[in-house]
């Protein structure tokens, strides 16, 4: 990357009510990750590339881009082919923004209980592959934590740090530097529960 020169900045979306309801579907948060994982697409390849058939895919597409969290690009399609991308690199929400919508409230659940299958799934696929990676990638990856007694005040200053440090390492990755990889970073931070007296 020449130096001085970042990326812009993540298209954010706080989601409301109906999009966290319209994403919590397996298939439509699966197209949604993969195309702004692997970039603008079309219903068939995404089709292909997540196991899924054409109409199915189409479908969920339509739904997505109905609440903004897709959008066509018209510019790409050639005939009755049409190109779709993510509206937004980063989708956020509070866990209290629902409280008062019991319906969107369980589709956010169901959408965190999907964010840690997925996540043991990937780890899963890691160790079963690690072997096959150089030693450097395997000493790079791996899981870590940490036990600390803080306020909850301090905890949201804690995690939008490691945000701001993520964001600025993204901001100045270069795709195109030999030997760069695609990862995936979690961050996750919930109480000790153990003995804890309610």
Request: avoid cysteine; charged fraction near 45%; proline fraction near 11%.
């Given at each position: 990357m020449t130096e001085g020169v970042r990326r812009p900045p993540p298209r954010r979306i706080r989601i409301d009510h109906r999009q966290v309801r319209v994403l919590a579907h397996p298939l439509r948060a699966r197209l949604l990750g993969a195309l702004r994982v692997k970039g603008p697409a079309t219903a068939t390849t995404l089709a292909g590339l997540l196991d899924s058939n054409t109409g199915a895919t189409s479908y969920h597409l339509r739904q997505l881009a109905e609440v903004g969290l897709v959008v066509e690009e018209p510019d790409r399609g050639t005939g009755r082919q049409r190109w779709w991308r993510a509206a937004h690199e980063v989708t956020s929400w509070e866990n209290t923004?629902?409280?008062?919508?019991p319906d969107a409230r369980a589709a956010m659940e169901w959408i965190?209980?999907?964010?840690?299958?997925l996540f043991v799934e990937h780890t899963e696929r890691w160790f079963a592959a690690r072997?096959?990676?150089?030693?450097?990638?395997?000493d790079a990856f791996g899981m870590s934590d940490a036990f600390m007694t803080i306020p909850a005040a301090r905890l949201i200053e804690l995690q939008q740090e490691l945000w701001r440090t993520l964001e600025r390492y993204r901001a100045e990755a270069d795709p195109g530097e030999p030997g760069a990889e695609q990862v995936q970073i979690f961050l996750a931070s919930f109480p000790l529960l153990l003995g804890r007296k309610r």
């Open positions: 923004d629902f409280d008062d919508d965190q209980a999907e964010q840690v299958r072997d096959e990676w150089p030693p450097q990638w395997r």
